[in-house]
């Protein structure tokens, strides 16, 4: 399936004891394709793969906010500014619901 969306520049829990936080990644349809650093995501970015800069934001697995974020899970999660913890961006089984970073 084709990367439809890529973040980069974030705040991430991955739930993996070797690397606990990451700053980007990838969805494809409904699923989380990769979790990793922005360097590495960037390299998987196609041309029609929308890019959005986070810019430090904070990333929540949704609907559990305990949640962690992996390769494979559902692309359900929101993201949060850094600045005053307020709601920019948000999906839901890769279905884009708020979208205020661009």
Same mark, same amino acid.
């Given at each position: 399936?084709?990367?439809?969306? $890529?973040?980069?520049?974030?705040? /991430?829990?991955?739930?993996?004891?070797?690397?606990?936080? +990451?700053?980007?990644? /990838? $969805?494809?349809?409904?699923?989380? =394709? #990769?979790? &990793?650093s *922005?360097? !590495? $995501?960037?390299? %998987?970015?196609? &041309?029609?793969?929308?890019?959005i800069?986070?810019?430090? =934001?904070?990333?929540?697995?949704? @609907?559990? @906010?305990?949640?962690?974020?992996?390769?494979? +899970?559902?692309?359900? %999660?929101?993201? %949060? +500014?850094?600045?005053?913890? *307020? !709601?920019? %961006?948000?999906? /839901?089984?890769? !279905? /884009? #619901?708020?979208? !205020? #970073?661009?």
């Open positions: 399936m084709p990367v439809t969306l $890529v973040l980069v520049n974030g705040r /991430i829990r991955t739930g993996d004891a070797r690397r606990p936080v +990451a700053d980007a990644m /990838i $969805v494809s349809g409904e699923r989380l =394709a #990769l979790v &990793a *922005s360097a !590495e $995501v960037r390299k %998987f970015a196609g &041309a029609d793969a929308r890019v800069d986070m810019r430090g =934001a904070k990333v929540v697995a949704m @609907p559990d @906010p305990d949640g962690v974020l992996r390769r494979g +899970a559902r692309a359900s %999660f929101a993201v %949060f +500014a850094q600045t005053d913890e *307020s !709601e920019k %961006f948000r999906m /839901i089984d890769g !279905e /884009i #619901l708020v979208d !205020e #970073l661009s």
